[in-house]
């Protein structure tokens, strides 16, 4: 046997020998592997040590591109000089190509990149995307010198310098956007979730990553923002490039400790084999016994970088791809080395596809949740533009209150584990560990149906004091918007938090990048689905010629109808969430216990 400290053994640690801090064995548990390919130990890879190297990558990631996100729209129209309309429809295009650019890194990260190179290659797009937009604000866009500010407008633009502005912001789409889901579960693959010490810490990994991510959002959306109000985008953008560089170098730093897993193979054509195995079989009957399903003998049974996943009782048909035909040709005496994966799966690929089938309902519960995040950025924003907005003559920008969201969110994931869970657990007599992700996700969804009928009440008021105040402005402050920004950042915490540990704990390891990826692709869906919504409202309560529930002065309209009818929505939501939660079946993967547990 290899001496344990020798690092350039063949295997870099012994299972019986114990690692630092009272982790378990000196080798993860969970199939991570080293930078060179060897089994990862503990003691001298992952963990705090680099969660917090990531952690500060995607702070700093944060701050680059929401400096670019916030006044898109001001800088489209101020510089650019392009009408509100044209500003507004080329930002939701860009934000929305974002999130189709994070099922895509998910994909290539899941499938061939792996996690780490995912994140060091599409991190370099969005440092060029960013040098880009600064350099050809610079030197071609502010022209004449000075302009952009409120008051002085730039000269018009050419093909060619529209084109590399628009090149510019879409290579840092691309690179964000890519690299998230990918450094979301890069940074959870940190922590052996079958070592006890170190699943507490991989539980809170997701928590702090979204903190990371709103702290980074809080920096830009004041001080980037406040700078570019006055006009000066060079110095903003230049404040974004350096935040990526330097993100980017923290990144390459922790690379000698971090833990890696291998890449699972194209998931689609997985997917497939699955569909179309069973279907060719689905004449053959199911045996009773599991082990008489198709399984290779090796821990890492999936053949892709993962663990096994013991067989469930659910989605009877697609076992079928497991039974074991005459025809089947199995090379090898342990049934572990070639076969046709067309003609026969093994139970953990027919488990993959089980686990994402019982996913799609979750997910597509917690689409309408975007829907409302939206409606924070914009009818709320909207409404706090018809309220008083001067405190003893500071005036408070409207779109600046959503920094209650973001104190809120950040303080409700810090504090979570030392004061809510503790009540909650004496309150219920439930576990140690708390409420489940899952759970955090029904309570968001009550309490951001509690947040809508709050905003629905405070328009109601603000509408009295408009007919007090005058036509165009209410009497009411705008401060009065702070409990429903706080109530929906609370909300966002739970739902957004544990949409992250639940899909990252509830998809196979070969396809977590994807899990992660969808739950972004949810912000995406919300986003175009509540343009629809609006639109249909409109279209309804605009007929006899009546202005509708959002026209142009809310004093004429209903707006807090429109918030009343998202909170029914919200409800609806809910029963639906409640219904699937309660049929969910969790994953058991081979170290686990084989015990099934519901929902």
């Known amino acids: 046997m290899e001496n344990k400290n020798d690092e350039d053994s063949a295997t870099p640690c012994n299972e019986g020998s114990r690692g630092n801090e009272g982790y378990g064995e000196a080798c993860t548990l969970d199939g991570s592997i080293d930078r060179l390919g060897r089994p990862a130990r503990r003691d001298k890879t992952g963990r705090w ?7 500060v990558n995607q702070g700093l990631l944060s701050i680059a591109f929401v400096g670019v996100e916030v006044n898109l729209v001001l800088f489209s129209t101020r510089v650019l000089k392009q009408s509100n309309a044209e500003a507004a429809n080329n930002f939701s295009r860009w934000m929305g190509t974002t999130n189709l650019f994070s099922l895509l890194g998910a994909f ?4 061939y990149l792996g996690r780490y190179l995912t994140c060091v290659i599409f991190q370099v797009f969005s440092i060029i995307g960013l040098v880009m937009l600064w350099l050809t604000t610079t030197f071609m866009l502010l022209k004449p010198h000075g302009c952009g500010k409120i008051g002085f407008s730039c000269d018009p633009h050419s093909p060619l310098e529209m084109a590399m502005f628009y090149i510019s912001i879409y290579m840092v789409a691309l690179g964000y956007g890519a690299s998230e ?3 979301a579960t890069f940074g959870s693959s940190q922590f052996d979730e079958e070592d006890p010490g170190e699943k ?5 990994f997701y928590s702090y990553f979204y903190v990371a991510t709103n702290i980074g ?13 006055l006009g000066q985008w060079t110095s903003a953008f230049m404040v974004a490039t350096s935040c990526s560089a330097v993100a980017y170098v923290m990144l390459l730093s922790g690379s000698v400790r971090y833990r890696h897993f291998k890449t699972g193979g194209n998931p689609l054509a997985r997917f497939c084999q699955v569909l179309v195995a069973a279907w060719k079989k689905s004449k053959v009957e199911i045996p009773l016994e599991d082990d008489k399903l198709f399984e290779v003998n090796e821990r890492n049974g999936s053949g892709q970088g993962g663990r096994r996943i013991l067989h469930t009782k659910g989605f009877r048909f697609f076992d079928h791809a497991a039974i074991i035909a005459n025809k ?5 005496s342990n049934r572990n080395n070639e076969h046709n994966p067309w003609n ?6 027919v488990e993959e596809v089980k686990c994402i089938m019982r996913l799609l309902p979750i997910w597509l519960c917690t689409i309408f949740f975007s829907v409302i995040i939206v409606q924070m950025a914009s009818l709320f924003v909207e409404q706090g533009a018809a309220m008083k ?6 005036h408070i920008p409207p779109a600046s209150m959503t920094v209650f969201d973001i104190i809120s969110v950040s303080f409700f994931i810090i504090f979570f584990n030392k004061l809510i869970a503790p009540v909650y657990r004496k309150i219920t007599k439930m576990t140690p560990e708390g409420p489940s992700e899952i759970t955090k996700m029904g309570i968001g969804l009550v309490i951001a149906f509690i947040g809508m009928i709050t905003a629905g009440l405070v328009e109601q008021k603000r509408l009295k004091h408009a007919q007090k105040g005058g036509p165009e402005l209410s009497s009411l402050s705008i401060l009065w918007q702070v409990p429903q920004y706080v109530l929906i950042g609370v909300s966002e915490a739970l739902v957004y938090v544990g949409q992250l540990d639940f899909f990252g704990s509830q998809t196979p390891d070969g396809m977590k990048s994807i899990g992660i990826g969808l739950c972004m692709f949810s912000n995406f869906l919300g986003s175009y689905l509540c343009s629809f919504i609006v639109s249909i409202v409109m279209e309804v309560t605009t007929k006899g010629g009546r202005p509708g529930w959002i026209p142009a002065n809310l004093n004429d309209g209903h707006l807090d109808r429109f918030f009343f009818l998202m909170a029914g929505m919200t409800i609806f939501e809910f029963i639906g969430f409640f219904w699937c939660a309660r049929h969910f079946k969790f994953i058991s993967l081979e170290s686990k216990s084989v015990a099934e547990q519901g929902a």
């Open 49 to 55: 040590p680099s969660g917090l190297v990531l952690l």
């Open 108 to 111: 290539l990260s899941d499938a």
């Open 181 to 183: 889901p990918s450094s």
């Open 200 to 204: 507490t810490a991989k539980n809170s």
């Open 217 to 229: 959002s809080l920096f830009a959306e004041t001080v980037l923002a406040y700078i570019q109000n």
């Open 328 to 332: 089947d040709q199995i090379m090898g």
């Open 344 to 349: 026969l799966c093994t139970v953990t690929q």
């Open 389 to 394: 907005t001067t405190i003893n003559n500071f």
